[in-house]
T-cell receptor, first 114, second 115 residues
Framework: AQSVTQLGSHVSVSEGALVLLRCNYS??????LFWYVQYPNQGLQLLLK??????LVKGINGFEAEFKKSETSFHLTKPSAHMSDAAEYFC????????????FGTGTKLQVIP | NAGVMQNPRHLVRRRGQEARLRCSPM?????VYWYRQLPEEGLKFMVY????????ESGMPKERFSAEFPKEGPSILRIQQVVRGDSAAYFC?????????????FGSGTRLTVV
């Protein structure tokens, strides 16, 4: 069974500082990996996805993530945090051979301090 | 091009009542997934449907919960005889043809409160 583990349920950064949200996956086959963002009282929005092409994936709002097979990681980064980045972020994994069932991590709430 | 539409956005039910949550997928999407988000928890998979078929209901509670995606109309998640523990946000997502991984498109959710 596939799973993802997000380290740190809450992360605080200063405005302008580097954002690093950690995600490690477990999968018996090369996975597809995703990051989603959820703003308060809203649904989830896809930030970026890794589907076995380039290992460094660029997404919306200046976010990017790097797939590292040796570390089974897919950490999300952004060079400079903005107040509008405050939200909850979910890492997710799916089996490319399956029917697209996606398994989500427990989420990381990002706080941006002015 | 409308996204995934869920209604109602908020639903309050008394214990023992029925809750019906509706989801209209994006145009061109024939796969629907329901997830439940409990406070301070991630999203838990409930059920995956295609038109007129339940493909995977491994995340559905055995009792009181059912889902359908009829040939015409939205997908419905039905919870009978609701209890306080059913209070959560229920999200619907849709995707295009199987095998095409583009990630899900999510609706804004229905927040169910059982009083």
């Amino acid at each position: 069974a596939q799973s993802v583990t997000q380290l740190g349920s809450h992360v605080s950064v200063s405005e302008g500082a580097l954002v690093l949200l950690r995600c490690n996956y477990s999968s018996s086959v090369p996975p597809y990996l995703f990051w989603y963002v959820q703003y308060p009282n809203q649904g989830l929005q896809l930030l970026l996805k890794y589907t076995s092409a380039a290992t460094l994936v660029k997404g919306i709002n200046g976010f990017e993530a790097e797939f590292k097979k040796s570390e089974t990681s897919f950490h999300l980064t952004k060079p400079s945090a903005h107040m509008s980045d405050a939200a909850e972020y979910f890492c997710a994994v799916s089996d490319p051979g399956g029917y697209q069932k996606v398994t989500f991590g427990t989420g990381t709430k990002l706080q941006v301090i002015p | 091009n409308a996204g995934v539409m869920q209604n109602p956005r908020h639903l309050v039910r008394r214990r023992g009542q029925e809750a019906r949550l509706r989801c209209s997928p994006m145009k061109g999407h024939s796969h629907v997934y329901w997830y439940r988000q409990l406070p301070e928890e991630g999203l838990k998979f409930m059920v995956y449907l295609q038109k007129e078929n339940i493909i995977d209901e491994s995340g559905m509670p055995k009792e009181r919960f059912s889902a359908e995606f009829p040939k015409e109309g939205p997908s419905i998640l039905r919870i009978q005889q609701v209890v306080r523990g059913d209070s959560a946000a229920y999200f619907c997502a849709s995707s295009p043809l199987q095998g095409k991984i583009d990630g899900y498109t999510f609706g804004s959710g229905t927040r169910l409160t059982v009083v």
